[in-house]
């Protein structure tokens, strides 16, 4: 069963950095999709950024310039989160799933979270300003 585990989280200064890591034991599709999303209280949960099956990087407009998502060859996934701000603060969730082959390989969007199956169990990032 392959269950996603997020570490990394914490409370932070507006400006401050954190780094996620994520690490999807018992997965071992080799053309995955992969991804950050998150969830601030009273809101619907977000795509931040995502890797798909050609490595290729997604990230949410909210976001550019300031985080950077990366996998390494085992498969752990990370969010190099930059210049934080208040309203970064949300649950941050690491998803994976299988790419969907019709031809091509292909992931959800950012925007359609719902389609991973495979989601840990998140962590939570506060930043004050």
């Known amino acids: 069963q392959v269950r996603p585990v997020e570490s990394g989280g914490g409370s932070v200064q507006s400006g401050g950095s954190l780094r996620l890591s994520c690490v999807a034991s018992?997965?071992?599709?080799?053309?995955?999709?992969l991804g950050w999303f998150r969830q601030a209280p009273g809101k619907e949960r977000e795509g931040v950024a995502s890797i798909d099956a050609y490595r290729r990087t997604s990230y949410a407009d909210s976001v550019k310039g300031r985080f950077t998502i990366s996998q390494d060859n085992a498969k752990n996934l990370y969010l190099q989160m930059n210049s934080l701000e208040p309203e970064d603060t949300a649950v941050y969730y690491c998803?994976?799933?299988?790419?969907?082959?019709?031809?091509?390989?292909?992931?959800?969007?950012?925007?359609?979270?719902?389609?991973?199956?495979?989601w840990g169990q998140g962590t939570q990032v506060t930043v004050s300003s």
């Open positions: 998803a994976a799933d299988a790419a969907a082959y019709n031809g091509v390989y292909s992931c959800p969007t950012l925007r359609d979270y719902h389609e991973y199956n495979y």
């Open positions: 018992g997965y071992t599709v080799s053309r995955s999709c």
